[in-house]
């Protein structure tokens, strides 16, 4: 079967850096997407990993293994607005998006 | 104005209702979506069209039916309503050079009673 594992919640401290895991286990396999979803509103797109390495993006960068069915999406100098849950999802052979329940992100001042 | 628009944002109905929940974009995208969140669980497809003429079914189809009316407005309906349909419902297009990428509506909060 397909599925995307994820923490459900994580807590860190405003200015410090914390790194959210995906594993990922999909019927073929077209890339690794991250999501970032404040709550009652819409996800916004972060990022997409379709090859091996790191992908930095300002705050942000994410980081995909293929052999390892492994990502982790990095978050560096957090601020109080990066409270939020961020979504992993797999994009599998039929270019469908399989989604974690998500990584509900808390920061303390 | 937003790119992906849905209406109604918020519907309180009763058990055995007919709804319509209708997304319309601006993107000029040819793939649209439907989904549902569920607290605790992750986003689960419903329908999906990738033209105006293209319709498939989700993981979660049972319960629900959709209309692609022009290639910027995808309908999902619910015939017959019942409580385990209250949940968040979210419409998303792809397209473009980038056309794995998902641009989401803000989401219509269902509750059935």
């Known amino acids: 079967g397909q599925n995307i594992d994820q923490p459900t919640e994580m807590t860190a401290t405003e200015g410090a850096i914390v790194q959210i895991n995906c594993t990922y286990q999909t019927s073929g396999f077209n890339g690794l997407f991250w999501y970032q979803q404040h709550a009652g509103e819409a996800p916004t797109f972060l990022s997409y990993?379709?090859l091996d390495g790191l992908e930095e993006k300002g705050r942000f960068s994410s980081f995909l293994s293929r052999s390892k069915g492994y990502s982790y999406l990095l978050l560096k100098e957090l601020q109080m607005k990066d409270s939020a849950s961020y979504l992993c999802a797999g994009l599998d052979s039929n270019y469908q998006l399989i989604w974690g329940a998500g990584t509900k992100l808390i920061i303390k001042p | 104005d937003a790119d992906v628009t849905q209406t109604p944002r918020n519907r309180i109905t009763k058990t055995g209702k007919r709804i319509m929940l209708e997304c319309s974009q601006t993107k000029g995208h040819d793939r649209m979506y439907w989904y549902r969140q569920d607290p605790g669980l992750g986003l689960r497809l419903i329908y999906y069209s990738f033209d105006v003429k293209d319709i498939n079914k989700g993981e979660i189809s049972d319960g629900y039916s959709v209309s692609r009316q022009a290639q910027a407005k995808f309908s999902l309906s619910l015939e017959s309503a019942i409580p385990n349909q209250t949940a968040l419902y979210f419409c998303?297009?792809?397209?473009?050079?980038?056309?794995?990428?998902?641009?989401f509506g803000p989401g219509t909060r269902l509750t059935v009673l």
């Open positions: 998303a297009t792809s397209g473009g050079l980038f056309y794995n990428e998902q641009f």
């Open positions: 990993n379709v």
